[in-house]
Nanobody, 119 residues
Framework: QVQLVESGGASVQAGGSLNLSCVAS????????MGWYRQAPGKERELVAM?????PKYADFVKGRFTISRDDKKTVNLQLKRLVPEDTAVYYC???????????????WGQGTQVTVSS
């Protein structure tokens, strides 16, 4: 059973920093891309950042404040700096994973980790 497990969410003051981490567990053949989405109360889930083998992609609102990285094929990190109250949301890990004996990639989601930024 493939699972994505996030960690690192917390409550911080505006201007603070956090490091989120997500690890994929289980048996699978490949992970093509990993990334982070977020969902604030009353809003739709939105892309924060995504990375394939090497190329990161960021949402416009990141504005150089966040950095996504992959330590290895199974782990994706998101470093958040200069946080503002508008960054308050549940942050979800996302991964495109291929099982054995298939060419198809399935999208998996983590359970989410809460980030709260107070002014």
């Amino acid at each position: 059973q493939v699972q994505l497990v996030e960690s690192g969410g917390a409550s911080v003051q505006a201007g603070g920093s956090l490091n989120l981490s997500c690890v994929a567990s289980g048996s699978f053949a490949d992970i093509a891309a990993m990334g982070w989405y977020r969902q604030a109360p009353g809003k739709e889930r939105e892309l924060v950042a995504m990375v394939t083998e090497s190329t990161p992609k960021y949402a416009d609102f990141v504005k150089g404040r966040f950095t996504i990285s992959r330590d290895d094929k199974k782990t994706v990190n998101l470093q958040l700096k200069r946080l503002v109250p508008e960054d308050t949301a549940v942050y979800y890990c996302n991964a495109h994973i291929r099982g054995w004996s298939t060419f198809h990639y399935t999208v998996y989601w983590g359970q989410g980790t809460q980030v709260t930024v107070s002014s």
